[in-house]
Structure formats: C-alpha cells, structure tokens
C-alpha cells in the first residue's frame, strides 16, 4: 500500500491548489482525478476571470489551469489521471481504480476536492439526443473542437447559461434564446449584457413545454410560467432548433465525504448535500478536508483559495509548517477569499433580491429582466459620463468583486478603490488616451471607449470583440443597441489586436453622433 | 422520515406520471410518487424499491429529482430527507477488476 | 461539424485522421478525440435506445458521468463514447438495451 502526506481526490482548480501548497511544504502529495485531463473544469472556460489580481483576474480560466499545473508539476506534485477513487474507509485509506487494477493507498490526510455535478430539470423531451448539459457543450467546443449544433435554446440565466451561452456564439452556434423560469437574470449583469448586445432575446420567468423530435431535438417550445411554476396557456412559443442546453444550477458531489463518516448537511446556501467544515476546511473527521464546490458551489477562484487554505493547513496539521507561519499564511487567504465574497453575488446574498447597490443606485430592473441595462438607467451610474473627448464608458452596474480596470489604466481614469466590489467611476480630472487598456482588462466587457462628437456629427466607439472572423478597418456594417437591435449602420475605422489584450480585440466604429450613447456592438454584413 | 404512520394524502394520478426521471433504469415519475404512497419514505428505500440511481451512473442525474418528488409526496423539505447511504465502488466498476484487488 | 479557427484558443491539437465503423458503415475521425466527437461531427445523433422503452440516447453529459453516450465498441457494452478514445479500425455500434443485438441479444 502506498503512503502519501496528502491524498488528493481531484484535480480541478481546489485540488491542484491545495497540492502546491502541501508540496511547498514539503509533503508528498499524490493527486487522483477520474478524467484524463487534470484541471477539472477550468480548461473549458474561455472567458477572463473576475477578482482583482490577486484571484487571477483578467486571465482566462484555460491559462489559469496551465499556471497551476505547471507550478504542480515543478513541486514533484504526483497527478495520476484515469484514476477514479472507489472509497474511502477507516484510518483513511483509499481505494483506486487505475487502468483494469484496484489500489490501496493511505494518507495522513485526505482532500476531497470532487467539485460540483449539474442540475438537471425534467420536461416532454429531456431525453432526446440534442438535449445536453451547458457542461457538455463547453466540452464540445471547448476542449475538443466540436460544435455542439448550430441552433441552440439555453435554459438557465445563471453564470453558467450567460457564459456558455457567449461561448456558443464564439464557436459560431446561433443561440436563438435564453430562457429561465426564474423571474430575474441569475448571473453578473455584464455577461448578460454581452449576449443581449448579440441580438440574443431573454425570456425569464419561461420554462421549457417540451423538447420536440422523434430521434433527436428539431425543435423546442418554452412558455411563460405562472407563481405557482405552471405553464401560462397561450404563452408558449416555438423554436426550430437541433440543440437544448440545460444551465440549471450545480450540486455538490460530495458522496465520498459522506461515505468517509465526515458530518453532512443540506444546506440551501451551499447549494446542496455538503460536509460541514471548519475556517481550515477541515471536515468532522480529523485530516479529511474538503475544499471547491464540494464543501459548497462558488466560484473557480474561490475554489482555489479554499484548496490553498486546505493545503497550509494540512501541513500545520503534520508538523511541515509551524503554526505561527501556518496561521499567518492562511490569514492571506482568508483576506483573499473574504474579497470575493462580497458584493450582491456573494453566497450569504442567495436568494436575496437587491434593489439598489452599495452606492445607493437602483439597479437596472432591465439588466434583471431582459439582460441589458436601458439607454435611460445607464446614465446613472458612476462609470458613465460625458465629455468632449475620447473617455471610458463602464456599463458596470452590479457590485461584483473585481477591479483589474482601475489597474488597466495607466492615467489613473477609473477608480474604484480598496473596496472591491465598489462600481468603477471615471476621475474627470485625468486624462483618457484612448488606449483601450481598460476595454481589454474588463473581464465583463462591459467597457466601451467612446468619443461623442467627431466634429463632423459621427462619434466613435471602441468596443471589445471576440468573434472571427474580425471585421477589417474600412468595412461597413451595423450597429447593434445593448439590446442587440439594429439601430443604425456603422462603419469599421480601426480593430487593434495585441498579445496584452489576450484575445479581446478592440474595435472601433463610426456611427452617426445621437449613436454615440445607443450603439454597443457591430454585426458584419450588408446593413440594415 | 421513519414515522410510518404519516398520513399521506390520497394517491392522484398526474399529467407528467409517465416523465423519465431515473435516466438509466428508466423509472417513471409516477412510479416514484406511487412507491410513496407504497410506504417507501426515505431515499434508500426509495432505491432499493425502484432501482433509482442504481442504474449506470449511479444516481449522478437524477438523485434531486428523486429527492423532490419524494420530499413533495410527502410534504416535507427536500433537505428533510437527507440522502440515500454513499458506499463504495462511487462509480460502476467491473467485476473483474474488483475481483483482482488483492489490497495493495 | 468541426470549429476550424476559434477567436479564443485558436486552432485545436488534433490527431491524425482514422477510419473506424458505425454500425458497418465507414466514417472518419480523429484519433484519441472521444468516439462521441467523431460521430458528432459526423452528424450521428443516436447512440443507443433504451432497454425498456427503446428511447434514443445520445450524448448529454459528455464528460463519462451521465452514461447515456455508451455504446458497444470492439464487442463491448456499456462503453462509454465520450470518454473514450477513439482508434483507427474501431468498431463501433448502436446499443439496444444492453447489448448489440436489436432484440437484445448480444451480436
């Protein structure tokens, strides 16, 4: 049997974090992971990352897991993949199957980092082929270059609808609508906002009648959904599709920890069946930790603390780390993690509907209930000024926990200050040039550059493109509004690429100047 | 859950009774309501009555939605209800490969 | 269908082409990509039918937790396609119930 510090069981964003950590220490740590490629979920996720600097924002969730596997790796950091941990039993001895064999190994302590696995919602249909999970498609396209179809319906307005939803669209898909039964957009307004801006129409409080096709999905029905969740009669309306993307909320998958005698509880606020743990996320049973969507659904970034946490700990435990430095090392975390914890998304605010920010503003009942902030709410927040030249225009509205903008700009612009989930405000005294930093760094793509008035009664915006293929300096098309309605016809005066924009292009449009507060993104093609 | 006089109400029939709800063993939701009102009242029962989650995956689809038609049945929270019994193997093995462990 | 060039990751690693078979018929896919990848771009939708309702299944979780993908490759039930790694000359073929056979007997 072999012997490890630390036996890991899963190698996401929790996992491989908390094995760098133990590894610093000096603890031999073994990782097991049931796929064949380690980083759980973090390399289907292409979209920047929230948080300040600090929690990898601004990076993508791919680089993010390549950063980590490869600090694990340098550690000596012993990652076995295709390797599914069968149970867990007394005195902390795991059972793995490898390959055709079954193997025993024993830690001094174990990290049950299983993650999360998706909800899923029954209807007419749901079995049809062309009915998958938001993570199956991300899978799809994501990871192995395959479309999941060519006309989607998505169910579920939370993070993981709105995202996968724009990444659909990157991979070329049509999404023809989001759909939730829930009254309110579930998600960060601002990826809302950059679906709603492609044209895409939210339908919330709708729900899916049924799934339609005899083999396989050709269409779908969604209807509007009453206080008591039944279908409105005469609300329904129909889609030809061939895909149904279900995003309707995770779970913990936290079966081993039950399994290992830890103490259990269902608690709504952690999004299900979930091991109590302690600050250190050390479970009811000695050295067995749980850390990630396991001990609670969150966030990758937060994941990552807690797996960081669980490896310091984990260490002070068996005497690699005296205590002194172990409580001063986790006292940095536990700053990190409280930083992503707040703000109107934090896990203690589920459930809660909030009227108006941390300023005192009223949320955009729009951005709720049809995606998109309107051209009248969004003059009243802070990121959105006027003036004569070229400045930022922050569409951000909700207080999320992020500010890589305020770093982006090097003439000190945008400010948000020590609190991270303030909204970004403009400093009208400095002076923007343009340089589209911020428009790159704003993990929502929620920041437009724009200049009001030309002189010769067009204004220029910059905005944050990421689809192929890029629409060429000179090119003439149209304007889309933040709802993603065709509003006048645009042309291309400029599209910069660069490595530090990593991906996000910036292109700049010209648009007749009563535009200059309407216009939000750019469809290719003769206009309209 | 284990009061086994709890009065449930009258069992009736409804629309969606023929819905999938365990994928694998193909299970039924009115199956699962009638189970219920059979005297089943924890999800383990529930599982080994009906083979819920006892298919391929392992319950990894459908366990919440078995715990929200028994929860409703029986008009109680679905945290109420706990969970069915977590053992090894967590996911099908192959006799074979069991066989083989000699527990090194 | 294949994503040729992506605005994000760019073009994909993929293995060299390989036939294998679908039911008897020719098709091509990559090699070590999952068997479920190969017959998606190929436009096969159904994986298998059901044991008591002979329902189509295909692909949903993609990720080896939900089951519905599996299908017999080489001979073999229960396998399931979107975990596993495609090889040239694979047989591969539609699941009744648990088995090749469409009155479930094995084949």
Redesign the interface.
Known sequence: ?KHYDMIIVGAGPAGLSAAIEAAKRGMKVVVYD???KPGGQLFKQ?HKFFGSREHYAKI?G?QIGEKLLAEASELGVEVVLDA????I?PEKEV?V?IG?????AKGDTILIATGA????V???G????????A???Q????L?????G?RVLMLGTGNVGLVVSFQLM???CEVVALADAAPRVGGYGVHASKVARCGVPFYLSHTIVSAEGE??VTGVTIGQVDANWQIIEGSEKHFDVDTICLAVGL?P?S??C??AGCD?E???AKA??VPVVDEYGETSVSGIYAAGDVSGIEEASSAMIEGRIAGIAAAVKLGYLSEAEGTAEIEKQKAALGGLRQGMFAPGMRGKQITETEEGIAISQNLLQYGFVSDEEVERFPGVTHSSGIHPVMECTQNIPCNPCQDACKNHCIKIGSHITSLPSVDPEAKCTGCGMCVAACSGQAIFLVREDCGDGTAEITLPY???P?PQKGEKGTALSRKGEAVCEAEVVGVRTAKVFD?TNLLTMKVPKEYAMKARFFRKGEPV | MNDRNRELKPFVEAP?DD???C?CEEIT?GEIRRAVHDGMFTLTEIRRYLRTGMGLCQG??????VKSIVARELGVK??????A???????P?EMQ??A??K?? | ???Q?????GT?E?GKTVSFTFDGKQLEGCAG??IA?AL??AGV???RYTKKEH????????????T?CVMVVNGKPNVRT??T?LEAGMEVRTQYGVSAGKEGNAV
């Open positions: 049997m049931e796929n064949a292409i993508r791919f599914i941990v069968i149970g039993f059972t199957k055709e064999h079954v193997t025993h696995s998706e909800n899923m029954t209807f007419p749901w079995t049809l082929p062309g009915v998958i999970g993570g199956a498609a899978t799809m396209m994501n192995h270059g395959v479309l999941p060519h990157q991979a070329g083999d396989h779970s998958m079966k081993l039950d399994m259990m269902d608690n709504p299900g069946f990421e689809f192929l890029l991906h | 969606d819905m999938i709800i994928r939701k990894q689809t459908c366990t919440k939605l679905p945290n109420a209800l706990g969970s019994t977590g053992r090894a193997p967590m996911r093995i490969i069991l083989k462990d527990g090194e | 269908m294949r994503i060039e992506h605005p994000i990751l994909y993929k990509e999952p990848m998606k771009n939708m159904v994986h329902k189509p299944r295909g692909i949903f979780c993609a990720i080896g937790r939900c519905d979107c975990i790694p």
